[in-house]
């Protein structure tokens, strides 16, 4: 069966093309989101780091923020681990991943629906396979 999910899974990700290298911003402990400017901008490690990583933690002082790249394994576990904690209250931590550059910056306004261009999205499929394959034992 994991040799089945591990075909699969392959065989998905050699449908997604070239390697492409993501863009996050990356800052350890910022308040009021001040780490989403241009010095804070990283190239996340190809074929390893594929989706930007942002957590918002609610501390006495303020809302602090962590950025960073992220392997999907990793965030899509950490930001699930954590959804119990994510209150918005004091001592609060929300986790969330995202696969598009620059995205664990501040929000965007959206544009109108007439005038957003169409751009390729990650395949849905390849997260959902990789969620499988960290499930299944190691036997």
């Known amino acids: 069966m994991r040799l089945l999910v591990l075909s699969a899974l392959f065989g998905v990700l050699l449908d997604a093309g070239d ?5 996050c911003y990356q800052c350890e402990e910022m308040k009021h989101n001040d780490c989403s400017t241009p010095e804070f901008i990283v190239n996340c490690t190809v074929n390893v780091q594929d989706m930007c990583q ?13 950025k960073s790249c992220a392997s999907s394994g990793a965030c899509l576990i950490a930001s699930s681990g954590y959804q119990q904690f994510c209150t918005g209250k004091l001592n609060s931590v929300c986790i969330s991943c995202c696969n598009t550059p620059l995205c664990n910056g501040p929000r965007r306004k959206r544009p ?7 751009s390729p999205k990650t395949n849905g499929l390849e997260l959902l396979l990789l969620s499988l394959l960290m499930l299944l034992p190691l036997t």
């Open 19 to 23: 390697a492409l290298q993501i863009q």
């Open 112 to 118: 109108a629906p007439s005038a957003a261009p169409s």
């Open 54 to 66: 942002k957590e918002v933690l609610v501390k006495p002082d303020g809302i602090h923020y962590r």
